[in-house]
């Protein structure tokens, strides 16, 4: 069964960078909309960016102008790079995207497993 796959979290200091990864797990057919949210203890999961298949982007005002999100069409794989990081960046980061498995069958949403991104300050 194909899953949405994340890498590139960890800890890192204030002011730090990192780059976080999704691909899907197995072969598909086509990616649509690409999307990442994080969810902080005791918060809502919130998107944090995302874009479409043609490229257009859109972040929270929080991340504006510090998150980058891109998309590799040939490889399948979004990306988030996340500079100028802040200690309330901390939270579980999960990809999003709408896959199509096969070509005669619609779209559907999936979800990755998450990776922590730890900020401290």
């Known amino acids: 069964q194909v899953r949405l796959v994340e890498s590139g979290g960890g800890l890192v200091q204030a002011g730090g960078s990192l780059r976080l990864s999704c691909a899907p797990s197995?072969?598909?057919?086509?990616?649509?909309?690409m999307n990442w949210y994080r969810q902080a203890p005791g918060k809502q999961r919130e998107l944090v960016a995302a874009?479409?298949?043609?490229?257009?982007?859109n972040y929270a005002d929080s991340v504006n102008g510090r998150f980058t999100i891109s998309r590799d069409n040939a490889e399948n794989t979004v990306y988030l790079q996340m500079n100028s990081l802040k200690p309330e960046d901390t939270a579980v980061y999960y990809c999003?995207?709408?896959?199509?498995?096969?070509?005669?069958?619609?779209?559907?949403?999936?979800w990755g497993q998450g990776t922590q991104v730890t900020v401290s300050s």
């Open positions: 874009i479409t298949s043609g490229g257009r982007t």
């Open positions: 197995g072969s598909i057919f086509s990616i649509g909309a």
């Open positions: 999003n995207a709408d896959l199509t498995i096969i070509a005669a069958f619609p779209p559907r949403n999936y």
